[in-house]
Structure formats: structure tokens, C-alpha cells
């Protein structure tokens, strides 16, 4: 059979399924179909193809043994998954035969996808970015963030006015995210936290009388263009453990028997609750927390179950925990997940009993640290009294990091109080997220040559000064996939035609049009 034969038997085929699984579905035909229910049922399709490349690509590294970025961030700006999918899998031109041969206008059928707004602009855009590139480059890796309820919101145009409206990304399903309650963890709140004597003169730490939700993931994928690389999205959703507690409710209090799912509820429901009051600030601090623990709780529970192998002969098992920084990555985009360096040594300590200085160890060589501002009033801080009253125990952790720290500093520059202020991560009341980030990471980077040389040489001088050997350059780019081959088909179709395919995965193969920047027939092409 001829390369032409068989696209043209793939296409009848995917034709045929199409109609079939439309009719199962939803009881229609193509030409009766609405644009929603064709968009709905073709990407359930692709999400069963893309299970089994998920599968197998999962296989294969596990069965070579490797490593896994981690990439923890607020905000991920995938843009509309349908599209992009079809493109990255090199399915669009035979879709798009398909639904002229069906009398389906793909453009509306691409339209009626709601677009996940769940960032505010270049940290989510950057995050969506990087995690195609590494599926692209066949790079096993997470995303981990949130699932939002509502993304940034809306826009409406009434009365030549832009107004802004809830955005229900959510309201008429979601055929690409997969349910995955078998990976769901528990999230703690509040509460003391009591220490308990081991036996052998040390304490393990008991955090007790904690509010907590079950963090629920679900899994998206991020696939690679013309690989068999399937990647993942993870975004966390907040369910309550009980949904209500009828020993309240039987005795009249209503809003404490609820309370667990409103604290749920409200914890993903809104990107970037509006924090000018104390409600809201407490509210952005639960939510860092909340997708920063259960990643890391995940991330770790993962790596145990694919090294247990090994101790199988051991009464009980145990792991060989200074591989984790060979085995998991996690890239902090910006400050809001600096928890994680907190969060780590608290599931290394506590849970799994490691010392500390061990833990420290392996901590600051799995977590790296991405700097997205030069302006030190952008830099994260927090009371310490809310975090305290939030978070003791991972408090606690961050003070004894910060009281090692400050040793440290007292080593290196002796008795020096205006230094020590001016570094430490828990200062004048607050603590400094960045400089936990800095600390507790083997690396730290800008995202351009200028930003990075103006972070070592002014606005985080004195971290440059003490590590030098952390700090590096990562400059932003992006995904020429979506921005290009995706947003632009006829440009990309004059850019293929003129110098071939390469520049698909590699951008500098479009320095092979500066030739033409003189060809009169390229130029009118390029104008048009």
C-alpha cells in the first residue's frame, strides 16, 4: 500500500469512528450535530489516543530509570487544548478533510472550546510554554498547579465598556481532564503542633486539631509534536474529607456543619482572590500551600513506589532517599511555590523520618528556583503571623532553616546585624519567600541576560555575593508550535515551503530566510 493509500484509509477510518462515536453519544449525525457536541466528541477520541501514548511513554522512562521535572506553578495559560492537540499530534490537515467531507466549518467547531484563563500573562503563558517544549524534547515532566473554578475572567464589550464577568470554563464539561482520585492526599490547616519524643533523645512532630480538604488531581495532557511523548498537566481541586458534619447540624449549627466544604470550595474556586484585605491575603496563602503540599506529597509517594523493589526482603520497607535528586526535579516559576523547599524537609522529617541535615541536603538539590522580577517590593513576603496561625509546622521548619541560615551568615561575615537583617528569610516580621527560594535551591535563574545580570548586581547582590555558583540565565521564549505553525498557517505554510520543516522544533533554522529577505516573489507572498 502507497503512503497516499494509507492517509487515505487512516482518514476513512477516523471518519468513520467519528460518526459512529457521535451517533453512541449523543444520538446525532454530523450534519445535525451542533458545534459543541462535535468539538466534545472528537476530543474524548483523542484523550482514549492519548491514554495509551501516556502509558507507554510512562513505561519507557520508568524502565530506564528517569528523572522527572516537577514544574510548581500558580498559574498555567495552556490556551485551548483541541487545536494545539491536533497539531502536535500531525492530525489537523486530515481532520480538517474529514469535516469539509462531513460539511462540518472546523474554525467554529475550534471555537466552541471554552479557554482555560488560568493565568494573568506571561508567568502562565511561560509555564504553558515550557511544559510543550519538554514534551517536545521527550523530557519526562508535571506541570502542578490548580484547577480553577473560575479562570481570570470574561470579557464582555456592553455599551462600548469592557466588563468583566465570572469565567465558567468549567460549565459545559471537560473532555480533557482525567479524574485521577487514586493519587488524592490530604492537605492540613492550622492546628498546633506537638512534638513527640522518639526514644532516642529526638522529637517527631505531630501537627494536631488542623482543619484539612483532600486535594483531587486531574491529569491533562501535554503532548509532544510528532512524538510519542505524552506529558502531564496536574491541577489539584479541593474537596472537603467530610461534606458534612451531622453532629453539628443535628444540634443547630448550620454554618460550623458546612464549614469543611466552604473551606474547600472557596480554596479553588477564584485565580488570584483580591488580597488588599486579611480574608483574602489568608486565602492566597492557603491556596499556595494547599497545590505546593499535595504536589510534594505526591511527587515523593511516586518516587517510593518505584524504588520499593529494592527493600522488598526488608520486614518494612525502606528507600534510599539520596536518589531523589536524580530521580525529581522541582522548578519553583516565581515565589509562590518557595513552600515547596518547606514542604519537602516536612515530608522527608516527619513522615518519613529522615535527620536533618540529610534532608536539607537532598532538599536543596531537587528544588531550583525561577526569579521573575527585579523590583525587591514584588518579592513575596508574609506576615508571620498569619503563616504561623496557617501553617505552624511548616513555620517551624522555615525558622529552623532561617536560624542555620543566620549561623551561616554569622560565619561568614561575623557579628555583622545590618547584613544579617538584610538577608535573613524571617525579618521585621514577615517572611521573605524569595529568600527561602534562594536558600533552600541548588540554582537560581532569570528569565533574560539583562534581568539576571541586574538580580546578581543590585536586587539580590548580597545572595549573588554568598552563592555565586547558583545563579544562571534561562531567557523566556516560546512555544513556535501555538504561536506560529497554530496562530498563523499561511505564514507557516510560506515558511515550510521556502526552507523546509526544521524550524518547527528548532526556531533558528528561520535564520535560513534572511536569503530571501531580497527575493521579490517571497516578499509579496509574505506581504499577502
Known amino acids: 500500500m502507497t503512503d497516499k493509500q494509507t492517509a487515505t484509509f487512516q482518514k476513512e477510518e477516523l471518519k468513520q469512528k467519528f460518526v459512529d462515536k457521535l451517533q453512541l453519544e449523543c444520538s446525532v449525525s454530523p450534519d445535525e450535530a451542533s458545534d459543541k457536541q462535535i468539538y466534545q466528541v472528537l476530543s474524548a477520541m483523542m484523550v482514549e489516543k492519548l491514554k495509551h501514548k501516556r502509558q507507554h511513554f510512562v513505561n519507557k522512562t520508568h524502565s530506564v530509570g528517569g528523572k522527572s521535572v516537577y514544574y510548581l506553578s500558580m498559574e498555567f495559560l495552556m490556551g485551548r487544548f483541541f487545536g494545539n492537540a491536533l497539531i502536535n499530534l500531525e492530525m489537523f490537515d486530515e481532520v480538517k478533510e474529514v469535516f469539509a467531507e462531513l460539511g462540518i466549518d472546523y474554525n467554529m467547531v475550534e471555537e466552541a472550546e471554552p479557554d482555560p484563563g488560568l493565568g494573568n500573562g506571561g508567568l502562565g503563558r511561560l509555564a504553558a510554554c515550557f511544559l ?38 468549567l460549565e459545559n464539561g471537560d473532555p480533557w481532564g482525567i479524574k485521577r482520585n487514586e493519587y488524592a492526599v490530604e492537605v492540613k490547616f492550622g492546628g498546633n503542633v506537638r512534638a513527640v519524643e522518639k526514644g532516642n533523645g529526638e522529637y517527631r512532630f505531630v501537627q494536631e486539631n488542623y482543619q484539612s480538604v483532600t486535594a483531587i488531581p486531574y491529569d491533562y495532557p501535554v503532548i509532544g509534536y510528532g512524538n510519542n511523548t505524552v506529558n502531564t498537566l496536574r491541577l489539584w481541586e479541593a474537596k472537603p474529607k467530610t461534606r458534612l458534619d451531622l453532629k453539628s447540624f443535628n444540634e443547630g449549627n448550620y454554618q460550623k456543619a458546612a464549614e469543611e466544604e466552604l473551606l474547600a470550595n472557596t480554596l479553588t474556586d477564584v485565580l488570584y482572590p483580591a488580597d488588599e484585605h486579611i480574608q483574602g491575603k489568608e486565602l492566597r496563602l492557603r491556596q499556595q500551600y494547599f497545590f505546593i503540599s499535595a504536589s510534594v506529597q505526591a511527587a515523593v509517594e511516586k518516587y517510593k513506589k518505584t524504588h520499593s523493589d529494592i527493600h522488598k526482603f526488608y520486614e518494612k520497607a525502606t528507600f534510599d532517599f539520596n536518589e531523589l535528586p536524580d530521580k525529581v526535579a522541582f522548578q519553583l516559576n516565581d515565589t509562590h511555590p518557595s513552600m515547596a523547599v518547606a514542604e519537602l524537609m516536612r515530608v522527608l522529617v516527619d513522615e518519613n523520618d529522615l535527620p536533618w541535615d540529610q534532608a536539607w541536603d537532598i532538599t536543596r538539590r531537587v528544588c531550583a528556583y525561577t526569579n521573575h522580577t527585579i523590583m525587591s517590593e514584588a518579592l513575596e513576603k508574609w506576615p508571620m503571623e498569619l503563616f504561623s496561625r496557617l501553617l505552624p509546622r511548616i513555620y517551624q521548619i522555615v525558622e529552623e532553616i532561617n536560624r542555620r541560615f543566620v549561623l551561616e551568615l554569622t560565619e561568614k561575615y561575623g557579628n555583622n546585624p545590618d547584613k544579617i537583617r538584610k538577608m535573613a528569610i524571617i525579618a521585621d516580621g514577615q517572611i521573605r519567600m524569595a529568600f527561602l527560594a534562594i536558600v533552600g535551591s541548588h540554582s537560581v535563574n532569570g528569565v ?81
Do not use: M
Open 132 to 169: 510543550e517544549s519538554l514534551s517536545t524534547l521527550s523530557l519526562p515532566a508535571y506541570g502542578c498547579g490548580i484547577r480553577y473554578h473560575y479562570g481570570i475572567f470574561e470579557q464582555r464589550i456592553e455599551n462600548g465598556y469592557q466588563v468583566e464577568v465570572p469565567d465558567n470554563w
Open 448 to 528: 533574560a541576560a539583562l534581568h539576571t545580570e541586574i538580580l546578581k548586581k543590585q536586587e539580590l547582590h548580597d545572595f549573588y555575593e554568598l552563592y555565586p555558583e547558583k545563579f544562571n540565565n534561562k531567557t523566556n521564549g516560546i512555544t513556535q508550535r501555538r504561536w506560529l505553525l497554530h496562530a498563523n498557517p499561511k505564514l507557516a505554510e510560506l515558511i515550510t515551503e521556502t526552507i523546509g520543516k526544521g524550524w518547527i522544533t528548532n526556531l533558528d533554522e528561520l535564520k535560513k530566510l534572511v536569503p530571501y529577505a531580497e527575493n521579490a516573489a517571497f516578499r509579496s507572498r509574505f506581504t499577502a
